[in-house]
């Protein structure tokens, strides 16, 4: 199975919002409701943003959302803050009990 | 609260194998409905599940790495662990644990870095 495709990159300014896509297809995004988004900052392990496409777990802030439509996934951040600058990677359940990852976005706050 | 930290060594000749263990506190492996996993990370680049562990033990494994892999649970030790045979230069790799669960891991140990060297 291939990795989730995402935008290498993505920008924003201090307050404005920034939605980062996450592409499958119907046999892993399209096919359940399993999609997580990990946040990373540089040399810190990846933590999670997003389970379940749309839940926020405890301490997550509300700015972040998740939706899906199709076989594409979404991730929103709103009220970017200087703290938001980090790698955002999607994942999916690929079925056969499987996950896969997206390649990652590098979101900038300018 | 869960926390899960990695140990192992950070250097494995070419053509052997990587051993790393992790260790979870604040909770049991064995906790009903758990799933215990094994994440890998290239220099620069980015994110790979490897594989998981139920915590009855049943395992799964990513498709291109299944012929290499073991993961297999301590339960006295509350640790679980992961095998990589035969490894290589692109092996090299920051490896992190995580749980617990399947689709969206919410505790994520440090990492640890394991260089493939000859």
């Known amino acids: 199975q291939s990795a989730l495709t995402q935008p290498p990159s993505a920008s924003g300014s201090p307050g404005q919002s920034v939605t980062i896509s996450c592409t499958g297809t119907?046999?892993?995004?399209?096919?359940?409701?399993?999609v997580s988004w990990y946040q990373q900052h540089p040399g810190k392990a990846p933590k999670l943003m997003i389970y379940?496409?749309?839940q926020r777990p405890s301490g997550v802030p509300d700015r972040f959302s998740g939706s899906k439509s199709g076989n594409t996934a979404s991730l929103t951040v709103s009220g970017l803050q200087a703290e938001d600058e980090a790698d955002y990677y999607c994942?999916?359940?690929?079925?056969?009990?499987?996950?896969?990852f997206g390649g990652g976005t590098k979101l900038t706050v300018l | 609260q869960l926390q899960l930290q990695e140990s192992g060594p950070g250097l494995v000749k070419t053509s052997e194998t990587l051993s790393l263990t992790c260790t979870a506190s604040?909770?049991?492996?064995?906790?009903?409905?758990?799933?215990w996993g094994w994440i890998r990370q290239p220099p620069g680049k980015g994110l790979e599940w490897i594989g998981s562990?139920?915590?009855?033990?049943?395992?799964y494994y990513t498709p291109s790495l299944k012929s290499r892999v073991t993961i297999s649970l301590d339960t006295s030790k509350n640790q679980f662990s992961l095998k990589l045979t035969s490894v290589t230069a692109v092996d090299t790799a920051v490896y992190y644990c995580?749980?617990?669960?399947?689709?969206?891991?919410?505790?994520w140990g440090q990492g640890t870095t394991v260089t493939v060297s000859s």
């Open positions: 995580a749980g617990p669960d399947f689709y969206g891991m919410g505790v």
């Open positions: 994942s999916s359940y690929g079925g056969n009990n499987n996950i896969i």
């Open positions: 119907s046999s892993d995004v399209g096919g359940y409701n399993y």
């Open positions: 379940e496409v749309s």
């Open positions: 562990i139920y915590w009855s033990g049943s395992t």
């Open positions: 604040g909770g049991s492996i064995t906790s009903s409905t758990y799933y």
